[in-house]
């Protein structure tokens, strides 16, 4: 059973940085493109950056591009999700998740893609 753990989170101030890492277990990491998704208070879960199996493309929501990053070590069964200049729209649980299907360009950034989740880390940015 695969199972995904995030962790990372905490208080922040507004500008300031944070990585948030998710180590994969249960079946081979390599097979698996990955994922981080968000969801702030009443508001739906949201894509907000995505990684291919091996590390070499990337995709990111609007809102996080040129801010975050998304990278991968297979070696270590680890993605991470590095965020930068943190604003308050930012808070949110950050949960990472798997899916072993073939890439599509209509569904990468769609929750329902995604077979495998994490239960979530909180970032908090404060000003």
């Known amino acids: 059973q695969v199972q995904l753990v995030e962790s990372g989170g905490g208080s922040v101030q507004s500008g300031g940085s944070r990585r948030l890492s998710c180590v994969v277990s249960?079946?081979?990491?390599?097979?698996?493109?990955m994922g981080w998704f968000r969801q702030a208070p009443g508001k739906e879960r949201e894509f907000v950056a995505r990684v291919s199996r091996h590390g070499s493309n990337t995709y990111y929501a609007d809102s996080v591009r040129g801010r975050f990053a998304i990278f991968r070590n297979n070696a270590e069964n680890t993605v991470y999700l590095q965020l930068n200049s943190l604003t308050l729209e930012d808070t949110a649980i950050y949960y990472c998740?798997?899916?072993?299907?073939?890439?599509?360009?209509?569904?990468?950034?769609?929750?329902?893609?995604?077979?495998?989740w994490g239960r979530g880390t909180q970032v908090t940015v404060s000003s």
């Open positions: 998740a798997a899916h072993l299907i073939p890439f599509n360009k209509d569904t990468y950034f769609l929750a329902s893609t995604y077979g495998h």
């Open positions: 249960g079946d081979t990491f390599s097979n698996y493109a």
